[in-house]
């Protein structure tokens, strides 16, 4: 699975943005999908997951509330919609799959996509 992130930009603090994440293969409904993060001078951290049929989602307390994540399977493409942002949520943010939610969670991923950047204006 190639993954291909896409959304990425400069936004105040308190605006929005929606990143996508498009697959190349047709088997994409069978992987779980996740976003992590990683900000610079940190590690990489999770962000959110949801499993294959959309059913199930996880998110990291620190975007709980704030942030969505959410599929198409039609369109092999994941979206983590991010609202009231915050100077912290600064960071390049990268989608991962892999063959549960639980695994991405645990950063037991299978295939990465390349990041895009997020920058929050103070």
């Known amino acids: 699975v190639q993954l291909q992130a896409s959304g990425g930009g400069l936004v105040q603090a308190g605006g929005s943005l929606r990143l996508s994440c498009a697959a190349s293969?047709?088997?994409?409904?069978?992987?779980?999908l996740g976003w992590f993060r990683q900000a610079p001078g940190k590690e990489r951290e999770f962000v959110a997951a949801i499993s294959w049929s959309g059913a199930s989602t996880y998110y990291a307390d620190s975007v709980k509330g704030r942030f969505a994540i959410s599929r198409d399977n039609a369109k092999n493409t994941v979206y983590l919609q991010m609202n009231s942002l915050k100077p912290e949520d600064t960071a390049i943010y990268y989608c991962?799959?892999?063959?549960?939610?639980?695994?991405?969670?645990?950063?037991?991923?299978?295939?990465w996509g390349q990041g895009t950047q997020v920058t929050v204006s103070s």
């Open positions: 991962a799959a892999a063959d549960s939610a639980i695994s991405i969670k645990s950063e037991k991923v299978d295939h």
């Open positions: 293969r047709r088997t994409f409904s069978n992987y779980a």
